[in-house]
């Protein structure tokens, strides 16, 4: 704050939020993308201001599954998002209590399918595709092309029926993956969207903008994560890529995992919450197949394996030596 | 403390503390963690900074010395690391410009046992988060709100927004830009009212 030359923080913000909306809504040229590294880099403030508004942005983007099912009553033009918000918000805890899922219809043609925490849905396509969606998803198709899809949050699995004249493409934050004969699953995460290919071959690429820049062609095997400012392929061996689909079958697969990152895998699934109350504890390995719903039945084996404490306290479930 | 639901699924983000951090593992515990923090902070800033135009600018600096320290070892616990570094930073600010704070050394523990009395049941937070954002939404101008509606809920792309409503690209990127630096501040600030939590 010494210095004039520095601008100032509600400034700073203000550019973030251009950036944000820049890169979602517009065209996106390789010369955007390098103004825009360079603008990130310049300041640690820049970075932070730009997650900052990064993270408003993809919690607007939880609205649409609300907003769907509002324009369904009939009779209601242009609804207000405002009063029945309130009562769909309370709709939803009820369905992830009840573990059920549920679809909204807006359009004749448009629908919006939505898993609550613990939820697994299959979503059979009329052209032979078939999509499974993980707890906590949302996955939409517009105007009844089954062929473009967007995975709003969460994770997905596509078989995809292949059709060389009308590919088959999945957009996630900002990314569009599109298959060329395949099975893979992608998961949008807040800043990031993961694609793991299990057969057949797909290219992941951002959705505008110059593609040469930053997209790669997946193999089976392949993992790609993509960032805002970066997209990484990464190989790993095909029994590791199966296994990060057992929930597809209700399970949790681990082999070599850290009790943190487990307990993080079963938290995505329940409501009730596993903490780790004793960090020393973090990097126990944990092997073995769980069912993913059954958290109660990992903490007691865990508990006999290691000898730890379980206390459950309200909705939380913590170990610690 | 608030939670983000659409952020933190990540296996990855669960490392020790105590731990150096990739950019990318920094970028999501500081989502995660500090971001849910932002209301908590602005309370402890205000209760004890007097100049209110110092704000955002302290809290920037406060972010960035977080974030950087943050990389080096990740704090135990996010919320006393954010809470200290924000003292430690308004103790150094009071000194540079021969000011005595207000409470600045003091006071820190019991906004620390304040904040716990906020923290909604989790099996609320979803609950919550619709609710902020609604009413994060409810407080923007009408053309800055369409523009949000038009774009996140909507899924339209900048020239479509610009040709439904009838405005030009410059027009629809500048609402957007103003929408959203707005909707950041109330998102991550403003507790519910509690009229709305029945």
Redesign the interface.
């Known amino acids: 704050m010494t210095e004039t030359s520095r601008p100032t923080a509600t400034d700073t913000d203000l550019v973030a939020a251009d950036w944000v909306q820049r890169r979602n809504l517009w065209t996106w040229t390789e010369m955007d993308q390098a103004e825009f590294d360079a603008w990130l880099a310049a300041s640690d403030a820049n970075h932070i201001a730009y997650l900052r508004q990064n993270v408003v942005w993809n919690a607007a983007g939880r609205l649409s599954a609300v907003r769907q099912q509002q324009s369904m009553r009939p009779g209601t033009s242009a609804p207000k998002l405002g009063t029945l918000l309130r009562s769909v918000a309370a709709a939803a805890i009820v369905a992830a209590v009840g573990f059920a899922s549920f679809v909204y219809f807006s359009h004749p043609l448009d629908a919006t399918y939505v898993t609550p925490v613990g939820g697994h849905k299959i979503i059979a396509l009329a052209d032979g595709t078939r999509i499974e969606l993980n707890t906590d998803s949302a996955l939409r198709i517009r105007g009844g092309d089954v062929r473009h899809v967007t995975l709003l949050h969460g994770e997905a699995y596509f078989d995809v029926h292949h059709d060389g004249t009308d590919p088959f493409a999945v957009t996630a934050n900002g990314y569009r993956i599109t298959d060329l004969g395949t099975k893979f699953s992608v998961r949008a995460s807040a800043s990031a969207v993961r694609v793991s290919l299990l057969e057949g071959s797909a290219v992941v690429a951002p959705v505008t903008g110059q593609k040469a820049h930053r997209s790669a062609l997946l193999m089976p095997g392949d993992v790609a994560m993509a960032s805002a400012s970066k997209l990484t392929v990464e190989k790993e061996p095909a029994a590791s890529v199966a296994s990060s689909l057992g929930w597809r079958h209700g399970l949790l697969i681990f082999k070599d995992t850290e009790l943190a990152d487990a307990a993080a895998e079963f938290n995505r699934y329940n409501t009730r919450k596993i903490k780790l109350e004793d960090q020393a504890i973090a990097h126990l390995k944990i092997n073995g197949t769980f069912q993913a719903e059954n958290s109660e039945l990992f903490a007691s084996s865990i508990q006999e394996l290691f000898g730890l404490r379980v206390i459950k306290s309200g909705n939380d479930t913590m170990l610690s030596r | 403390m608030v939670e983000?639901?659409?952020?933190?699924?990540?296996?990855?983000?669960?490392?020790?503390?105590g731990a150096e951090m990739t950019v990318?593992e920094a970028?999501?515990w500081?989502?995660?963690e500090v971001?849910p923090l932002e209301s908590l902070l602005m309370q402890y800033l205000r209760r004890n900074w007097r100049d209110r135009s110092?704000l955002?600018?302290?809290?920037?600096?406060i972010?960035?010395r977080v974030?950087?320290a943050a990389r080096e070892e990740r704090p135990?616990s996010a919320k006393s690391f954010v809470l200290r570094t924000a003292r430690n930073y308004l103790i150094d600010?009071a000194r540079?410009s021969h000011i005595v704070p207000i409470d600045a050394a003091v006071d820190f523990e019991s906004v620390a046992i304040d904040s716990e009395a906020f923290a909604p049941?989790?099996?609320?937070a979803?609950?919550q988060?619709?609710?902020r954002?609604?009413d994060a939404?409810?407080k923007l101008p009408p053309r800055q709100r369409e523009v949000?509606?038009l774009?996140?809920?909507?899924?339209f792309?900048?020239?479509e927004?610009a040709t439904r409503m009838g405005i030009t690209?410059a027009a629809?990127?500048l609402h957007?830009?103003?929408a959203?630096?707005a909707?950041?501040d109330h998102?991550?600030r403003e507790q519910i009212d509690p009229r709305?939590r029945s």
Do not use: C, N
């Open positions: 983000f639901l659409d952020t933190g699924r990540d296996t990855t983000d669960l490392r020790s503390p990318s970028d999501a500081f989502v995660r971001l110092d955002e600018d302290i809290r920037q600096d972010y960035v974030y950087r135990k600010l540079q049941d989790r099996t609320v979803a609950r988060e619709l609710l954002l609604q939404l409810d949000i509606e774009a996140r809920i909507e899924g792309s900048g020239q927004i690209r629809v990127s957007l830009k103003h959203l630096h909707l950041s998102y991550l709305r």
